[in-house]
């Protein structure tokens, strides 16, 4: 899916691809056509720009204000509240576009340091992360390789430990034995913080997530069944890229059993007690000074 798809006037051209160029440069994926499409093509695209983009710019000038695709396409992004309306031209965008809010860049001319430009950029955050949201449910990137669940106020690392964040998480996920574990990640430095941490288990709990996909479970002659698997591993994988569905070791213990530890599974998606000798993944967290110190002793003080 593309972070941005531009909605404009042939006519409007060079200016949306200088308005493209500067989004790209933003680390912004953006799509626009840069040739004439049939009306056969206009009439897919405008059904493939919501679907698949993240949000729509639609460029008003005095051409595209006349265009019943420009209008077409700008209708369908208002619906799904995706829309941003831009102005390249000192121009009334129709009704019912007039009434919405509208980025006014008729006098931009390619400055990213411009503060309409830059009123645009805070938009287009505004709603990606909105559709993120959606998606995720919880999270936030906060853009360093950290997430922050908004429901815990937990802070976790992206990536499994031994996954290169320079490699957007690709390697190999390490395995560490239960006091290995321990003693290797106390108190760990990462992104400007020096308090991550291997997690409770019922802060890995709260990881557990079910990404559902219709799947043929029984076919006869006559009759096809279907049914909503969870996709593995059990965790939202647009926010914890290429996690292992492996276990995940905890810092949670048993009190009347002293060789083993509180894993997370997340092929399964369920916790287990395993012996502290056996080989187990790592997410490290951290808890946000936000929080209620008392809320961090409870669920330091879980041991399962």
């Known amino acids: 899916m593309n972070d941005i798809f531009i909605n404009y006037s042939s006519v409007d051209r060079p200016w949306v691809g200088m308005l493209a160029k500067a989004l790209g440069s933003e680390g912004y994926s953006v799509r626009w056509d840069q040739n004439d499409l049939t009306t056969e093509d206009v009439s897919n695209r405008i059904e493939n720009s919501i679907n698949n983009n993240k949000c729509v710019i639609t460029v008003w000038s005095h051409a595209s204000v006349q265009s019943f695709w420009v209008q077409s ?19 009334v965008p129709p009704m019912p576009y007039a009434t919405l809010p509208t980025e006014a860049l008729q006098n931009w001319k390619g400055d990213r340091t411009e503060m309409s430009y830059q009123h645009l950029l805070e938009t287009i955050r505004t709603i990606i992360q909105s ?3 959606k998606q995720t449910g919880k999270y936030i990137d906060n853009q360093d390789d ?6 815990t106020n937990l802070m976790w690392k992206k990536y499994s430990e031994g996954q290169r964040t320079i490699a957007c998480g690709k390697g190999m996920v390490r395995q560490y034995t239960w006091d290995n574990a321990v003693r290797r990640f106390k108190n760990v430095s990462f992104a400007g ?13 709260s990881l557990v997530y079910c990404d559902q996909k219709e799947t043929l479970i029984e076919k006869s002659s006559w009759l096809s069944t279907t049914d909503n698997v969870c996709l593995k591993p059990r965790i939202n994988n647009k926010v914890f890229p290429n996690t ?4 995940y070791w905890s810092s949670s213990t048993f009190y009347n059993k002293e060789e083993y530890a509180w894993s997370l599974d997340f092929d399964s998606g369920t916790d287990e007690e395993n012996l502290k000798y056996y080989n187990g993944s790592v997410r490290l967290v951290r808890s946000k000074a936000s929080i209620n110190t008392g809320s961090i002793q409870s669920l330091n003080d879980t041991s399962g």
């Not at 950290?146 to 429901?151: G, L, M, R």
């Open 244 to 247: 292992s569905p492996t276990r």
């Open 73 to 91: 396409e700008a209708l369908k992004a208002m619906e799904k509240k995706v829309l941003i309306p831009v102005l390249c031209e000192q121009v």
């Open 193 to 205: 913080y020096n308090d991550w941490r291997l997690p409770t288990i019922d802060e890995l709990r």
């Open 131 to 133: 559709d993120t949201d």
């Open 146 to 151: 950290t997430i922050t669940d908004c429901n």
